[in-house]
């Protein structure tokens, strides 16, 4: 329900943020020739349809188009075909002719003039079959040689010449065609068979040229007489026609096509952009510009966009706090940490809206500073840095990308814009996230603030604004800014709401409990004063956890601090605990009941003191969990008689617990236990360490403490074997130093002391 709420709060804040309260008033176009009244800016990213440019870009690319053209690739074949029917038809009409005459009878005038006759009745016939008119001499010449089969071959030939090269009617109509080319398409049999662009012209020859090329080839024939070499020269040129074709209705085709894949012109305002300034004269170029602004207006109202805003932001919170819980272990998204991740996200986003809105109302007087520069110098990667410094650097990631996302609705080039935000908040969430010294935070405000300066200048090159020339001085003032919001204010953001954060909220990040990991905290001094037992024994522990958890990649610093304060409470008390009355048990003889209650109390009052010494949120967890719902086995064995069974035994004989909630806490646990039965081993080896570690979390894991911490199986090996290691050094350190193990009569007196 909490969560919903908060949900619910942080839409509808960026949907208003986002979208401006109102709009200028816009001239209409009753105001052409009229000195604009007021600057007209854009209230939001606009793109403004341009209708003159984009005909004139539709008609430059139908002119760019290339002309297409047909080639007859059976031009040749076409011709050659053309003469051999009518040279067959000639020379069966002579067949005719010489069947008619006795056979050796010699050839009279008489016989001539009658061939001549029968040419002259097949003339149309061979024309129509030439498709071509011939002239009397040509076809007198032709009738001489009988239209013989040498004959037929001399003129193919001659054609062919003409044909070889692709022929148009007239080069000069190619001028226009020599820088774009032409398409050629090959056509045969009426099918389009290929197609290829031509750029180079000089291998086009035009009709003229490819006749001239038939009459000088025509004027070598020097086995024929002048007359027949005469007439082939003038059939074979007028049998040459174009073989390269303009094809009009496909050229206009693609050319309309390629008008229309230009897409239309728009003219493209920022939000915050001077549309027109106060006191220019509003021209028409205005006005369409201005006409468009109502347009989208109109279609994108404000209620409109402002509930595309909201859903833009719900699904992203919704989608990355889906990801917090599947991630587990490394996030918690819990009721503080909700509180806070909700909190940063609306604060960072409302500084970046104020940024971008009194640049706005300044626009005018920061001039060529623009707008940017002041949006920039908002710390925005603060709130990921912060949430990773108290949370975890997962939840500062996710909440890097869910307010880059937001803040990409407000700023100038809104997608550069957003994205630049989103990668300068992963970086200060990770680089922030475990630094242990104030100094740190400072080098990690220079390494933001340079990956924000190369960010920025990436973005004004994908843009187009960057000026090579002259560096600009909106490039150079935006720079500094991103430069300056990362190496300075960013580090002082996080170094003054980190500590009052940690206050209001009970959390701790690294730099607090670096501070709390000292030995010369004065907790821990209390207690080494009150129960240096305690704190002996706590300072051992702290060894084990911290191996434990860098085993398996959990928080090790809080680990070790975590197990540092677990036992605080025993310093109201320390009489009751054998670490610090040299093995004499003194509730020994205590009612079973009186002096479980003894022993259960010191969780409480741990819980107390931490609380009292103001410790975070996360180890007051840790020092109420570190028992769990665990057994006080030494007072419950010795009433075992009045109750046989675990789920039936008196509650004074349980911790109060919870059951450890969260890795860490889960490893305290264990090496709690774990340090404490390895005083109890008569020998020391690794072997038979990494045995009781085993079986001292066996134990655990059997009563379900750890059902709710999350770690699982496979990390409970890697932290048994990382305890019994840590164990061994500490046994090894003991024995060359003046800290001795206890004797081993002494151990085994230590089976029957308590062991809480």
Known sequence: MAAGLLLVIAAVATAFLAIPGSDPEIPGEEALGLPAPATVRASRDLAIPDEDGTRRRREEAAAEEPRVFDRDLGAEQEVAARVHEAFQLMRSTEARFRERRAPGRKETRGDQAERAREYAGQRDAFASRLQLGVDDPSF???????????????????????????????????AADRERGIRVRDVRGGSVRGERTVRDLDGVTDLAAAQAGVERAAAGLADVSPRLRAALAGVASDLVRPSLVLSQAETERRRALAAAAVAPVVIPYRRGEVVIPAGERIERRHLAVLRGMKEQTRLFDRAAMRVGAGVLVAATLIVLWAAAARLGGTIRPRRRGALLLSVLFLAMLGAAAGAVAVADHFHDQIGPLGTEAFSLLVPVAAGAAIAAMLLSPAAGVLLAIAVGSAVGLLGEPSVVYGVEVTLASVAAALLLARVQRRRHVWRAGLAVGALQAVL???????????????????????????????????PLTVVILVPLLERILGLGSDLRLRDLASLNHPALKELIVQAPGTWHHSVVAGALAEAGAEAIGADALLARVGAYYHDLGKGKDPASFIENTRGENRLAELEPEQGAERVRRHVDEGVTAARRWKLPRAVVDIVQQHHGTRLVSFFWSKDRHASDAEGQLAPSFRYGGPRPQTREAGIVMIADTCEASSRELVENSPDRL???????????????????????IGDLDAIARAMASALD???????????????????????QLVRP
């Not at 990494?690 to 999350?710: C, K, P, T």
């Not at 003046?738 to 151990?747: E, G, L, M």
Request: net charge negative; hydrophobic share 45%.
């Open 456 to 490: 920025v200048a990436a973005g004004w090159l994908f843009s187009g604004r960057a000026r090579f020339e002259v560096p600009p001085i909106d490039l150079a003032a935006s720079l500094v800014a991103a430069f300056l919001s990362g190496a300075l204010l960013l």
């Open 729 to 751: 050094s500490v046994y090894r350190a003991r024995s060359a130093g003046t800290s001795q193990p206890p004797a081993p009569q002494d151990r085994a007196a230590s089976l």
């Open 690 to 712: 990494l045995h009781l570690v085993r079986r001292r979390i066996s134990e655990v894991v059997d009563e379900g403490q750890l059902d709710e911490s999350e770690l699982t």
């Open 140 to 174: 007198a010449a032709l009738s001489d040689v009988r239209f013989d089969e040498g004959t037929e071959g001399k003129l193919v030939a001659l054609t062919r010449v003409g044909l070889t090269a692709p022929v148009v009617e007239d080069r000069a109509l190619l």
